[in-house]
Structures are given as structure tokens and as C-alpha cells.
């Protein structure tokens, strides 16, 4: 059924290239100065100054039921802000329509294969069944269509969905292909946390435009930097806040790029949640380093904000303006609460511990992804130690299907852990000369599951295998 042989020699071949340009590409400034792109916007993309920048209104995706859907993935033209670009959507829609379910209700969705090539839905963070997972193995062709029916068994948190073809993932999602998944459960609801027009879906991501203003995706083995950062499919966007509470869901649906977030007036984010949800306990941050498949639960206070303020959210890595609030004259009393806690069970005794090197731009302990390989077993129900390490050309941010899992231990590099990836993760973020360990335990579903680094030109490139929980 599929041409693995074709695979596996243009895994090699795009290896060995890779490894060629490594040598000249040294650099993520050098690997973002490709000679054939054009920069969309003049300086810094969205940050020419006040004043100089023609800002648009932030798109905010519809929001869904994901209990009896159906999403159609197909090409189609959105408008970035300023111009009609040729893109790959869900329902019509960059992002994709955002899918609310609330723990306990049964999912249903029919996937439709519109693209002019085979592809898969993968519900990043959902705890479902490997006939329900959307892996590689499971692509469907152009014109395909894939039945899912899941419980939703996650606590209340911020998923997303996403293709997940072998080779051609980093592709799609640049294209588009990715939407928002957020579940509600009852300990969240009886919170009392802003809702409605206050809780605002973020995804930042980045993407090059040529003088058409079409996207230009030419990828490196080391991965993929657009030259103009995207906020839910927005260029330049702006949003108009009132003096209220706000809660903002976060997700990096970059292919690539590491974003630093923070506040132009240097207040902070209250952290309260992370991949898996609320955290154990909330704090607050002026700056949070996110990678490709992390999401953020923030809150921000705009009450005692001057109307007309403008307040930029900012990527202090690239220096990118991403995103300006303009606070309105409207007050809103705010009842919920500005901290937060949650009971999260520490997982302990780790009975066995593997190890995993993340070796250049395309393998794992050595090997690319062989699609037919189960490279190891793991036993249902059973504490294990992960170690994630790095060979050279990290970022990687690790990602790990079938189950969340809770990081302990970081040494070399940043040499610590961050508030964020407390609680329960499914994307943890390994620098080069980093070590990182987890606690796992696969105790929902027996099957087939992938590991991978988000870094989609790195997964496409190979770095992923296939386990299996039995
Ligand atoms: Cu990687």
C-alpha cells in the first residue's frame, strides 16, 4: 500500500542534503536570508514603528462542537489582513474552526481529504486509541475520507488538531492545516474563569510571502523561519480589549520557530495552565519561551489599563510585534479568580528508564523513521523515566502520542525547569547540550504510538519512531 522503499531512499537523500547545507547554513539569520524571498513587510515584520504599520483585526475561528462534525480539509485563498493568499484549510477557515468538547461527550468527525494529496487528522494532546490517533500509517488519499469516534477522556485543556503525514507534515501545516481543540470538564467550569468574547484562541506561527503575497516554504533539514509572524492567521492583527480580564489560550503552530512572549508594558501573564491543563499552581511571568506544539492558559488584567492604551505583544527572540491591544473605554467587573490551583498527581517510581537521543536533523538513537518498525514495547500502566537527549542541531521539542507525561529533570543548557512545563505536558522543549527527563505512564489506551520532534522539518526529515503499549 505505500512506497515505503521511495520513502526510505528519499529520507536518505534528503538527510544527506541536509547534511550539505548544514555546513553553509550556520545559522538561523543565514537560514532565514534565502536569496529568492522577498520580506512582506519592510524591517521587522508588524514592527516598523508606530505609527508606520497598517494593522488588521484579529481573526477569531468559529467555534464548534466536535460531538457530530465533519472538517474538509482543501485548498482555498484567506485573507492575511491585507491580501488574498493561496492557502490549505479546515472548513474553510486558517486556523481551522476551534473545536469545543467537554469531557465525557463522544466525539464524532468525519474527515474529508479535499487536498490534491494524502493526508491525516491528528488530535495533538487527546488521549484516543491508535485508530483514532491520525499517524502516518493511517494517511487517506486525495479525495479520502477517515471516520473518527472517541470519548473524550482528557481534563479540560487546550488541544489542537493537525495533519500528520509522514514527509510532507512540515508542508501542510505551514500551509495551514491546524485549529484549535479545547475541552472543558468541571473542575475548570466551576472556576469561573473568563469565557465568551474574554477567552481568546492565539495561535502564532510564522510564514513568508513573496511579492505576490503567496507563502514561500522552503525548508532546510534544520528546519523552516518565516520572515512575518502570524497571529490566527493574521498579519499585523490588532484587538480591540475591553478594561477586563482576559484568558488567553496559547498555541505555537509554528513548523519551527521558538517564540518568547511578553508585554510591551512589561506586566506579566498569569500563568494557569500549560498542554495538559490547569497547572498546580498559577504564577505570574513577564516573558514565556514557547516551542512549535506547547500551548499557554494565560490570564491578563487590562482593568486598571488607560482607554486608548495600546499594548503590544511581543516575541522577544525575533523581536516581532505580534499582536497590539487596544483597550477600549469599557469596564467589566470581573468575578472569577487571578490565581488558580489544581490537585495534579505526582507520578513516582519509575520502574525502568530509556533513553532517547535526538540526533541531528532526522533521527532518533541513530535511526529515521521506519514506518513499519515498532521500536520498542512498553507495558500498560507502568511509571517510566524518559530521557530525552540531543545530538546537535536542537531545538527539538519532543512529543510523545498516547499519553501526557510530567517533566522532572533538565540539566546542561537552560539548566532548569520553567513554571510552564510543570503539571502534564506532551511537548517538552530539549536545547542543544540539554538533557531533560520525564514520568510516563501509558494507563488509557493499549496500541501503536509515535514519538516525534515537533520540529515538523525534522520529524519529516525522519526523527520519529513508532512504540508500542501492550
Ligand atoms: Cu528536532
Known amino acids: ?56 483585526p484579529l481573526f477569531i475561528p468559529t467555534a464548534v462542537s466536535g460531538t457530530s462534525l465533519t472538517l474538509t480539509a482543501a485548498p482555498g485563498t484567506h485573507n492575511l489582513g491585507n491580501a488574498s493568499t493561496n492557502v490549505w484549510e479546515y472548513n474553510g477557515s486558517v486556523p481551522g ?44 488519499p486525495a479525495g479520502g475520507t477517515y471516520s473518527y469516534t472517541f470519548p473524550i477522556i482528557n481534563r479540560a485543556a487546550l488541544n489542537w488538531y493537525h495533519p500528520h503525514p509522514h514527509m510532507t507534515i512540515g508542508k501542510q501545516v505551514y500551509n495551514g492545516l491546524a485549529g484549535a481543540f479545547i475541552i472543558r470538564d468541571a473542575e475548570e467550569g466551576a472556576l469561573n474563569l473568563p469565557s465568551g468574547k474574554y477567552e481568546v484562541p492565539l495561535v502564532f506561527r510564522d510564514i513568508t510571502l513573496d511579492k505576490k503575497g503567496q507563502p514561500v516554504y522552503n525548508p532546510t533539514g534544520g528546519g523552516y523561519f518565516g520572515k512575518t509572524p502570524l497571529v490566527n492567521g493574521t498579519r499585523d492583527p490588532y484587538l480591540a480589549v475591553d478594561k477586563a480580564v482576559y484568558r488567553f489560550r496559547v498555541l505555537i503552530g509554528s513548523t519551527s520557530r521558538v517564540f518568547n512572549l511578553a508585554l510591551s508594558n512589561g506586566a506579566p501573564f498569569t ?10 499552581q498559577s504564577s505570574t511571568h513577564t516573558a514565556i519561551e514557547v516551542c512549535p506544539g506547547e500551548r499557554l492558559d494565560l490570564l491578563v488584567d487590562f482593568r486598571n489599563v488607560p482607554t486608548s492604551s495600546k ?34 498527581t505526582a507520578l513516582s517510581n519509575p520502574v525502568l528508564t530509556r533513553t532517547f537521543s535526538f540526533d541531528g536533523m532526522g533521527k532518533i538513537n541513530g535511526l529515521p523513521y521506519d514506518m513499519d518498525a515498532i521500536s520498542f514495547e512498553v507495558p500498560f500502566d507502568q511509571t517510566e523515566k524518559w ?84
Request: negative net charge; contains cysteine; proline residues 4%.
Open 387 to 470: 530521557v530525552f537527549k540531543t545530538n546537535g542541531n536542537g531545538p527539538h521539542p519532543v512529543h510523545v502520542h498516547g499519553a501526557s507525561f510530567q517533566v522532572i529533570n533538565r540539566t546542561g543548557g537552560r539548566g532548569q525547569l520553567f513554571a510552564w512545563e510543570k503539571g502534564w505536558k506532551d511537548v517538552v522543549l530539549v536545547n542543544d547540550a540539554e538533557t531533560v527527563e520525564v514520568l510516563i505512564r501509558f494507563d488509557a489506551y493499549r496500541g501503536d504510538y509515535v514519538m516525534h520532534c515537533h520540529k515538523l522539518e525534522h520529524e519529516d526529515n525522519g526523527m520519529m519512531l513508532n512504540f508500542r503499549v501492550k
Open 311 to 344: 499594548i503590544m505583544l511581543k516575541d522577544l527572540a525575533s523581536g516581532w510585534d505580534l499582536l497590539e491591544f487596544r483597550v477600549t473605554e469599557t469596564s467589566v467587573a470581573y468575578s472569577g479568580p487571578l490565581t488558580t490551583a489544581s490537585s495534579i
Open 1 to 56: 500500500m505505500r512506497p515505503r522503499t521511495q520513502h526510505y531512499n528519499r529520507s536518505l537523500l534528503l538527510l544527506a542534503l541536509a547534511g550539505l547545507t548544514q555546513l553553509t547554513y550556520c545559522t538561523k539569520e543565514v537560514q532565514e536570508a534565502t536569496s529568492n524571498e522577498i520580506i512582506a513587510s519592510a524591517a521587522r515584520p508588524g514592527g516598523g514603528g508606530e505609527g508606520s504599520v497598517t494593522r488588521y
Open 271 to 280: 500563568l494557569i495552565g500549560n498542554d495538559g491543563g490547569l497547572l498546580p
Open 97 to 140: 474552526p476551534t473545536i469545543v468538547a467537554n469531557k465525557g461527550d463522544n466525539v464524532s468527525i468525519n474527515y474529508n481529504n479535499q487536498l490534491p494529496e494524502p493526508s491525516i487528522i491528528h488530535w495533538h494532546g487527546m488521549l484516543v486509541d491508535h485508530q483514532n490517533d491520525g499517524q502516518p500509517m493511517q494517511v487517506v
